[in-house]
């Protein structure tokens, strides 16, 4: 089995709760969270920008409620399905649903209504699931987001926004006709007055350090000269006289009693100035300093470069400094922190590597495959450290998946990201990896040999039908040689023919270390979900997610008009 890359220790702390469900969030909020058990909830929902994005939603056709789906289109229609919403909010929260039933008629049953009542209902259940001394921040863009903060108030009270953040999500936008828009708002609301609040603080700018902090001890430390007094006098020891300095005569105070001040004066503290019967002052260190109270402006944080090395390739990814420092300003360790839109998980993967408790909801394999692969490959995460809901757990769970509506691309998925592997072609393009143009490819594996002297591509075919034949097999060794991987792997959900592993067992074998491995290897469903996994050389590491790692296959396989790789 191939190792984790870069993975960091997990935290040895007992009982943590890492929860991950495929679905419906409406469906999964309303039956399995419980109300007031979550600490912080941070969400990123389809903008209803009318972009497509091919990977999480599609818009709501066949009668169907926006999330049901499972494609990605970022644009919603209105249907029976919104008309069923708007009703269960009448029980649920009447002032809610009289608000929306207004807003409805005025806009007109259109694609923003059909995607403001998908929030609303949301909303809704994320409000209840917060404990009173939660936060909830929800990141959208100036296209709806007066909308979304009129239901937020209603919601959780006119009172009870703490921010409009603006993020700068980009540098540059031409855009025709009116100003580039290049920020994103992100609305923080609090469901109490009690909520959990941690200061966050920015690094302080060089010119402010250059104009203020002026001095420099002879270990090159930068101060500044801060007062050691305070205004008015005082009858205690702050009022005393010091050193044969008395501050009570100038209406003055020391800030601190005499006895600290000579501790600060003996640690070499406190500066004095050359001329004679002027006040001490304490040098005040800028590397002690926490730095400038952060705003709601955020201009610190860069959006992720195609290169970077977090980037997983998904279309609507956020940089993990941006969860950080939310998970960091509203929760503590230990908290629970929900995202019901979780996408490829940066989400979850800040609230591991900070030490909290997560839950993380996602209505497509393809989102559920990236946040595991990613959680194995940041943190070491397997299955067994992760409690899931909603993937197949048996033949029978897989069989039906493969059997739905787009269930062979979804099959495909889910069975892919059991084995960390990528699906093949670009995410985001669905004219990729999806529908024809794959070149008989339907998922591909990087793995870094153990003595880190190369990486070996892996191919992977995914037969989910029951009519399998020794010329699937062959084909699938064409491929190999055509791309010059390594090793091939069939995946069937139906048991092998005898001609299926004859074949495979003919087409040789990749030697590493002085040990063989079948070239062509057949792993069922059933295999996959006993554990078992791909046969690779023993200390292997699993480099598929990795963007440096994997820069120079990139390219070549670009140049041979090949997918471009995650």
């Known amino acids: 089995m191939l190792v984790p890359a870069k993975s960091v220790a997990v935290s040895s702390t ?29 969400l990123d929902p389809p903008f209803n920008s009318a972009a497509d994005y091919n990977v999480l939603f599609r818009d709501q056709g066949d009668h169907q409620d926006s999330a049901q789906v499972l494609a990605f289109t970022d644009t919603w229609h209105w249907g029976p399905g ?70 937020l108030d209603v919601i959780f009270g006119p009172g009870r926004i ?45 010119d402010y350090l250059d104009e203020f902090y002026v001095h420099r001890d002879a270990d090159g430390r ?26 009570t005569a100038k209406g003055r105070h020391w800030a601190v009693p005499p006895d600290e001040l000579d501790r600060l004066d003996s640690i070499g503290r406190i500066h004095w100035p050359a001329k004679a019967g002027g006040v001490p002052q304490l040098k005040r260190y800028a590397d002690e ?28 990814q956020k940089p993990l400094a941006l969860l950080e420092r939310i998970v960091r300003a509203s929760s503590n360790p230990g908290d629970v922190v929900l995202d019901p839109f979780c996408g490829c998980g940066t989400t ?22 990236l946040i595991k692969a990613r959680l194995r490959r940041d943190f070491g995460l397997e299955a067994k450290d992760l409690r899931e809901e909603g993937t197949p757990t048996t033949v029978e769970g897989a069989q039906y998946l493969f059997d739905q509506k787009d269930g062979a691309y ?37 793995f870094l040999r153990p003595d880190g002297g190369k990486v070996e591509k892996v191919v992977i075919s995914v037969k989910g039908g029951k009519n399998l034949t020794a010329g699937m097999v062959r084909d699938l060794a064409g491929v190999l040689t055509k791309e010059q991987a390594a090793i091939g792997v069939f995946i069937c959900l139906a048991p092998p023919t ?69």
């Open 498 to 566: 005898a001609g299926v592993l004859k074949e495979a067992a003919q087409q040789g074998s990749y030697s590493y270390g002085g040990k063989a491995f079948q070239r062509v290897q057949v792993l069922t469903v059933q295999d996959i979900l006993a554990g078992k996994q791909p046969d690779m050389p023993k200390g292997a590491v699993n480099v598929s997610y990795e963007q440096k790692a994997t820069k120079t296959l990139a390219t070549k396989s670009k140049d041979k008009g090949m997918d471009s790789l995650f």
């Open 82 to 151: 919104d008309e069923q919403l708007l009703l269960e909010l009448t029980q649920i929260n009447g002032e809610l649903a009289r608000f929306l039933s207004d807003t409805v008629a005025r806009l007109g049953r259109n694609d923003l209504s059909a995607y403001l009542v998908m929030m609303a209902a949301r909303l809704v259940e994320l409000h209840r699931v917060l404990k009173p001394t939660g936060s909830l921040y929800l990141h959208c863009d100036p296209t709806a987001s007066h909308y979304l903060k009129t239901i």
């Open 222 to 247: 930068r101060w500044r000269r801060s007062d050691l007094t305070g205004a008015g006098t005082r009858n205690g020891a702050t009022g005393e006289v010091w050193r044969g300095i008395n501050v």
């Open 410 to 446: 979804q099959f495909q998925f889910w069975v892919l990201g059991e084995i960390g592997a990528q699906p093949y072609g670009a995410i985001g393009d669905s004219k990729k990896g999806k529908k024809g143009g794959d070149g008989g490819i339907d998922g591909q594996m990087f």
């Open 14 to 42: 007992p009982k943590r709760s890492r929860q991950l469900y495929l679905g419906d969030n409406l469906k999964v909020l309303r039956e399995s969270i419980a109300s007031e058990s979550v600490d912080l909830v941070y």
């Open 348 to 369: 979850v993967c800040a609230a591991e590597k900070l030490e909290r408790d997560w839950i993380g909801i996602d209505i497509t394999h393809l989102s559920v495959a």
């Open 162 to 206: 703490l921010s409009e953040i603006i993020w700068k999500r980009t540098s540059a936008h031409n855009s025709a006709k009116r100003f580039g828009p290049v920020h994103d708002t992100i609305l923080h609301y609090g469901k109490s007055e009690d909520y959990t609040w941690n200061p966050q603080y920015t690094p302080y700018d060089p």
């Open 289 to 316: 300093q926490k730095g400038v109270p952060l705003s709601d402006v955020w201009t610190d944080i860069k959006p992720l470069h195609n290169l970077a090395q977090e980037r997983l390739g998904y279309p609507t």
